[in-house]
């Protein structure tokens, strides 16, 4: 089976000798010499001030919320991975949805300031797909309202808004270094901050409030990364503008190929992308049902990111229903893309997607439309000039 993602595996060899190097030392987590290492070179690659590292994206969101003293509620996209709105409601932080921008697909500057309660504490925002959120505008509100901006960056890797890296607006950027993820350490994440003293207070949180042997200052929890995992991330960093280059390389070709037949995300202007996913929005549910089904039998298993809708949480009821991210949560299909996906695997998804949309535009209109149907038949050239136009 042809998956959305493939884990990227760097080069085995390099990952054995920083494994010799464990065994040597002996050192095997505790802010050790591998993730000491990896946080440095991040630190230059992305161009941000303050990385620390965590064991995963979601406790990553948890100690921003911690370290940012987030109290009340927080604005949030209904939009996104579940863990965005789940780790607010597990750290007693309550999510309100802003609907999201029917073109960028994230959260709706607009929308914001009508969601603001007297509690409200933080706008919680999603750089969903990797594709930056209007944070010039989010950023405004905040300032205005003297809200703290927290930006799930899960997706958002190696992304650049205006010349810089996207991890630099907002309070806090979050970021999962999960299997799955473009850049990865099997399971990781990070927190990303220009200010010195919260990086300071987020180093604290991370490692239960110890300051050294005899002091503990304040509360905190586990969120170390072990060395093996660092280890894992320095091989795969070695490799990331091929990774980059590869992913580009099969997300235009589905830009190309497939942009002319389905709605595709609008990117944020002044960034570019990172093709961390590819995401498509086909006609309706039903397409695209048909569609996976079509591609599951053809050994290609796409993933419906992001379904449901976050504000349909069977926790989070009664809630205000958000019927852009609801209407597009029912449409997205996000398709296979990682290095090495062979060329004609890629052939057979766009061929497949293209084949069911047009059979689909002309079932419904058989089903929807008996006129219509009746002229076609009576006249078989229109149906060829219709498949045409919608190519
Ligand atoms: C993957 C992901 C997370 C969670 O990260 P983990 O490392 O799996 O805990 C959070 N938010 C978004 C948007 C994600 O895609």
Not at 129 to 156: M, S, T, W
Request: proline content about 5%.
């Amino acid at each position: 089976m042809i998956n959305v993602t493939k884990s990227y595996l760097g080069n085995k060899d390099k990952f054995i000798a920083y494994v010799d190097r464990i065994y040597d030392t002996g050192w095997l987590t505790n802010q050790g010499p591998l993730v000491m290492a990896l946080e440095q070179r991040l630190q230059e690659y992305l161009g941000v001030r303050n990385i620390i590292l965590t064991n995963n994206g979601t406790i990553a969101l948890q100690i921003a919320y911690r370290a940012l003293g987030l109290t009340g509620s927080a604005i949030t996209t209904p939009f996104s991975f579940v863990a965005t709105t789940s780790s607010l409601q597990w750290e007693g932080i309550r999510p309100i949805f802003a609907d999201i921008d029917e073109a960028t697909w994230n959260i709706d500057p607009e929308r914001i300031e009508a969601c603001i309660a007297p509690d409200t504490s933080a706008i919680v925002a999603t750089h969903v797909f990797g594709n930056p959120c209007a944070v010039e505008h989010i950023q405004r509100i905040a300032n205005r309202h003297n809200l703290k901006v927290v930006y799930d960056g899960a997706h958002a890797f190696g992304v650049r808004h205006g010349g810089q890296s996207v991890f630099n607006w907002g309070d806090i950027s979050t970021l999962s270094f999960h299997a799955t993820k473009l850049f990865h350490t099997i399971e990781g994440g990070a927190i990303v901050t220009n200010d010195d003293a919260l990086a300071a207070r987020i180093r604290l949180l991370c490692n239960f409030g110890i300051v050294d042997t005899d002091i503990i200052q304040g509360i905190g929890i586990n969120a170390k990364l072990n060395e093996f995992s660092a280890a894992m991330g320095l091989c795969i960093l070695d490799d990331i503008e091929d990774i980059l280059d590869q992913r580009a390389e099969i997300g235009q070709r589905y830009e190309r190929e497939l942009g002319g037949y389905f709605d595709l995300q609008a990117p944020q202007p002044g960034s570019q992308r990172n093709y961390s996913y590819f995401p498509v929005a086909l006609a309706n549910e039903l397409q695209l049902l048909r569609s996976r089904e079509q591609l599951n039998d053809n050994g290609i298993n796409p993933r419906r990111y992001f379904y449901p809708s976050l504000d349909t949480l069977e926790y989070l009821q009664p809630q205000a229903p958000q019927p852009r991210s609801r209407a597009l949560s029912r449409r997205v299909l996000c398709l296979p893309i990682y290095p090495g996906l062979p060329p004609k695997v890629q052939s057979r998804v766009i061929q497949t997607l293209i084949h069911e949309s047009i059979h689909s535009e002309q079932a419904s209109r058989a089903l929807f439309n008996p006129l219509v149907r009746a002229f076609d038949l009576a006249q078989p050239q229109l149906t060829v000039a219709t498949c045409k136009r919608i190519s």
